[in-house]
């Protein structure tokens, strides 16, 4: 992907306001998502300098992209040789390298130097590299190597063949039952995560890799970019930023909240919008805006961008934006809904189709087909046809 899709840390400002009232959080019921009579007002932290880093939503609150300088094939980085760039994110360029002794082909991402400091260390950046191992699934990229260059840390991992799910999309909508696949397994890497006690808290299309060729029991995809995910139990090194993008961002994450796996839920449900309705639940013109929509604004009904869509699915959908985390559904509640749907939608098997000859009328098979054959043709078909009409008939005597 080239990178449209940063998505970067906004450290607070020095003095940190205090939090928002509960009270004026709580006029959302999470449930039905009623617009608050009074907005909430957006937390002073999501009020600071919230540049916009390019023109698409999908855009992570806190950084403009800066250019990282180029480091142009046949460079090494260590032990690794560049062939060319991958892809590119708010906080770091993503080249495939080879090993230059043993040829292993590997992706090495490397941390741009100017999210770098002291609220974001390289110890934070390589961080990443412990997450994914603790989440044992297939669907989870292979981190396997770390390093620094020239004061830049970078992560070396598996180098995968294909696109992002967001360069897939710029060429067009997916069919229904290919995003229903892809979205059952993200829940399933995710609830492998969950129980693991990581949140991912990035969830987004360019952070979901679709393989040019199936992995592991016929997986299409892989999630990447593990880099802001919190470990329970752990202190959370992002603590008192906003960690996110900005078009998938849970409310609590913009509150400053604790950040729970149901964080990842809100982001399926924006991502599930996406994919099966067109557009994400909200944009805006401008950052706070959509802030405030993910606060208070009520996500529009699926139903408008899919008429026919299975009711089961668009109460799931609807609650997976539910304002507050514990509202909503779990990731198996929401396979089981995606799988009842994938079975709706899938087109029907081409049966075998038995049925008395007599029941033809002989315009559609009969005598214009028989009258346009050869004598011998016409025979053998004759006969082929009588002997179907006894077959058909046995068969009513035995099922009657
Ligand atoms: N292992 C890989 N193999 C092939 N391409 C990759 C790999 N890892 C990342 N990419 C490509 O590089 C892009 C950026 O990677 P990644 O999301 O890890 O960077 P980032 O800077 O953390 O992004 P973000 O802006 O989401 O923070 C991905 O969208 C993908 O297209
Ligand atoms: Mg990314």
């Known amino acids: 992907m080239t990178g449209a899709a940063p998505s970067m840390e906004l450290p607070l400002p020095e003095a940190i306001p205090p939090p928002i009232p509960p009270a004026a959080l709580s006029p959302i019921s999470a449930a039905t998502a009623r617009p608050a009579a009074t907005p909430p007002p957006i937390p002073a932290a999501a009020r600071s300098p919230i540049p916009r880093a390019t023109p698409s939503p999908d855009v992570a609150p806190g950084r403009k992209r800066r250019r990282a300088a180029q480091l142009v094939p046949g460079a090494r980085i260590g032990v690794w040789r560049i062939e060319r760039e991958l892809g590119r994110g708010g906080m770091a360029t993503v080249y495939a390298v080879v090993h230059t002794r043993f040829g292993k082909r590997a992706a090495l991402k490397l941390a741009h130097s100017a999210i770098l400091g002291p609220q974001f260390t390289a110890a934070t950046f390589l961080r990443e590299a412990r997450v994914a191992n603790l989440v044992n699934h297939p669907g989870v990229i292979d981190v396997f190597g770390t390093g620094s260059h020239t004061g830049r840390p970078y992560l070396a991992m598996e180098r995968l063949e294909g696109r992002s799910l967001g360069a897939v999309l710029e060429s067009g909508a997916l069919p229904r039952d290919t995003a229903i696949e892809i979205l059952l397994e993200l829940c399933d890497v995710l609830e492998v995560a969950h129980a693991a006690g990581v949140t991912h808290g990035d969830l987004k299309v ?195």
């Open 206 to 400: 360019d952070n979901v890799f679709v393989l040019d060729q199936p992995g592991a029991g016929g997986r299409r995809t892989k999630l990447l970019d593990w880099g802001i995910a919190r470990i329970a139990g752990e202190d959370d090194p992002l603590r008192g930023m906003i960690a996110g993008t900005l078009t998938y961002v849970a409310p609590e994450q913009i509150r400053c909240d604790d950040v729970t796996p149901a964080a990842d839920v809100y982001a399926l449900g924006v991502l599930a919008y996406r994919l099966l309705l067109g557009e994400p639940p909200f944009a805006a013109a401008t950052d706070l805006d959509l802030l405030r929509k993910h606060l208070c604004g009520v996500p529009p009904s699926p139903r408008t961008r899919w008429p026919a869509i299975p009711a089961e699915l668009e109460a799931v959908l609807v609650a997976m934006l539910a304002k507050q985390p514990e509202a909503r559904p779990r990731l198996c509640e929401i396979a089981g809904v995606l799988r009842a749907t994938r079975r709706q939608i899938r087109p029907r098997p081409v049966r075998t189709w038995i049925a008395p000859v007599a029941a033809i009328p002989p315009d559609v098979i009969g005598r214009p087909v028989l009258a346009k054959l050869p004598g011998r043709a016409q025979r053998i078909t004759g006969a082929a046809l009588g002997v179907a009409l006894v077959i058909a008939s046995l068969l009513r005597v035995l099922s009657a």
